[in-house]
């Protein structure tokens, strides 16, 4: 079971970025998206149901961010727009069985976001 995170990269304040997420080996019932910054806790970003399509969001980031997934692909992205500096931080991408509870248990490495004012 493998969670490949890319699109991270270098923006400017109010620019947009779009993580994605492949999934291979697995179909996972929630997927989710982290962030982590250093010398602070991780942080829920955003959650999929795949089998509900009921959405979660952190407050810091609702109205801004969107996340996604392509069923074919096996694919889940993180569109982020109006992007702030606060915002900079490793986003990592994970997956949990139980498509009714925000709880994962496979893990992908991280993609860098920064984002300078």
């Known amino acids: 079971v493998q969670l490949q995170a890319s699109g991270g990269g270098l923006v400017q304040a109010g620019d947009s970025l779009r993580l994605s997420c492949a999934a291979s080996?697995?179909?996972?019932?929630?997927y989710g998206w982290f962030r982590q910054d250093p010398g602070k806790e991780r942080e829920f970003v955003a959650g999929?149901?795949?089998?509900?399509?009921?959405?979660s969001y952190a407050d810091s980031v609702k109205g801004r961010f969107t996340i996604s997934r392509d069923n074919v692909k096996n694919t889940v992205y993180l569109q982020m727009n109006s992007l702030k500096p606060e915002d900079t931080a490793i986003y990592r991408c994970?997956?949990?069985?139980?498509?009714?509870?925000?709880?994962?248990?496979?893990w992908g490495q991280g993609t860098q976001v920064t984002v300078s004012s």
């Open positions: 080996g697995r179909t996972f019932g929630v």
């Open positions: 999929l149901s795949s089998v509900t399509d009921i959405t």
């Open positions: 994970a997956g949990g069985g139980n498509p009714f509870k925000w709880q994962f248990d496979s």
